[in-house]
């Protein structure tokens, strides 16, 4: 894989490109503010960006969430009835979705996602699955062949992923040297607080999973799962 540079240009695409009722992360910057003043920010997070690119770091300071625990329901006094919402600052999510733009063009170009993988794909839905299935089990049933389906609910799937197992996969996917680093300086030394009734709890280092309510993590999910796919596919063919 190889990481080119960024623009000016580039950079102020996808500033536009956020959603301005996206939260503030720890920094409390909110998404307007960057966009207002952009034609001031741009040149100078033009040039971090390359920098960072060019030394494969992920700056630590855009490594920390913020998070909100969201109430569902039953009772309040219990844990488990809270959602977590995890934060990041705003100058964080422009930087990975530079890297997820080329990561992505990387993977899609070299055939390096399974076909059968749908979520989190450009031009793929979970609707395009629930087609696929039904074709494939209407053809069987069709040809008298019996189907038989295995379904799995990957609960807090973002949070089991393991951090050296998924760096395996990536480099073996091709993705070494400079934008190897890049990845792996992401994916290290994260850490979030927990935000309630205004008040921050310590720092907590997380040394698990890929981050919830990021722009890469996504991505980094379905090169962790591929290897499902392509051993249902060597089973059976």
């Given at each position: 894989m190889a990481l080119f540079g960024t623009t000016e240009v580039e950079i102020n695409s996808i500033i536009l490109?956020?959603?301005?009722?996206?939260?503030?992360?720890?920094?409390g910057i909110p998404t307007s503010v960057v966009k207002g003043a952009r034609h001031i920010i741009v040149?100078?997070?033009?040039?971090?960006?390359?920098?960072?690119?060019?030394?494969?770091?992920?700056?630590?300071?855009?490594?920390?969430?913020?998070?909100?625990?969201?109430?569902?329901?039953?009772d309040r006094k219990?844990?488990?009835?809270?959602?977590?919402?995890s934060m990041l600052p705003?100058?964080?999510k422009i930087l990975e979705k530079l890297l997820n733009k080329r990561l992505m063009i990387f993977l899609e170009n070299n055939n390096l996602i399974s076909n059968s993988q749908f979520g989190f794909r450009k031009d793929r839905c979970?609707?395009?699955?629930?087609?696929h299935l039904i074709s494939h089990v209407t053809t069987l049933v069709d040809s008298k062949k019996k189907v038989l389906g295995v379904f799995l609910d990957?609960?807090?799937?973002?949070?089991?992923?393991?951090?050296?197992?998924?760096?395996?996969?990536?480099?073996?996917?091709?993705?070494?040297?400079?934008?190897?680093?890049?990845?792996?300086?992401?994916?290290?030394?994260?850490?979030?607080?927990?935000?309630?009734?205004?008040?921050?709890?310590?720092?907590?280092?997380?040394?698990?999973?890929?981050?919830q309510g990021s722009i890469l993590g996504p991505s980094l999910f379905l090169?962790?799962?591929?290897?499902?796919?392509?051993?249902?596919?060597d089973l059976y063919t």
């Amino acid at each position: 894989m190889a990481l080119f540079g960024t623009t000016e240009v580039e950079i102020n695409s996808i500033i536009l490109s956020l959603k301005n009722s996206s939260a503030c992360g720890w920094d409390g910057i909110p998404t307007s503010v960057v966009k207002g003043a952009r034609h001031i920010i741009v040149p100078y997070f033009t040039k971090l960006c390359n920098l960072c690119i060019e030394k494969g770091i992920f700056p630590d300071i855009y490594k920390m969430s913020l998070i909100h625990p969201i109430y569902k329901d039953g009772d309040r006094k219990e844990i488990n009835n809270y959602r977590p919402i995890s934060m990041l600052p705003v100058l964080s999510k422009i930087l990975e979705k530079l890297l997820n733009k080329r990561l992505m063009i990387f993977l899609e170009n070299n055939n390096l996602i399974s076909n059968s993988q749908f979520g989190f794909r450009k031009d793929r839905c979970t609707e395009d699955a629930v087609s696929h299935l039904i074709s494939h089990v209407t053809t069987l049933v069709d040809s008298k062949k019996k189907v038989l389906g295995v379904f799995l609910d990957l609960k807090k799937a973002f949070d089991t992923v393991s951090v050296p197992i998924l760096l395996n996969k990536m480099e073996r996917c091709g993705i070494r040297g400079l934008p190897f680093n890049i990845f792996k300086s992401y994916l290290e030394n994260r850490s979030q607080v927990t935000k309630l009734d205004g008040h921050l709890s310590n720092k907590q280092t997380m040394s698990f999973g890929v981050p919830q309510g990021s722009i890469l993590g996504p991505s980094l999910f379905l090169i962790y799962i591929n290897d499902i796919f392509l051993s249902f596919r060597d089973l059976y063919t």
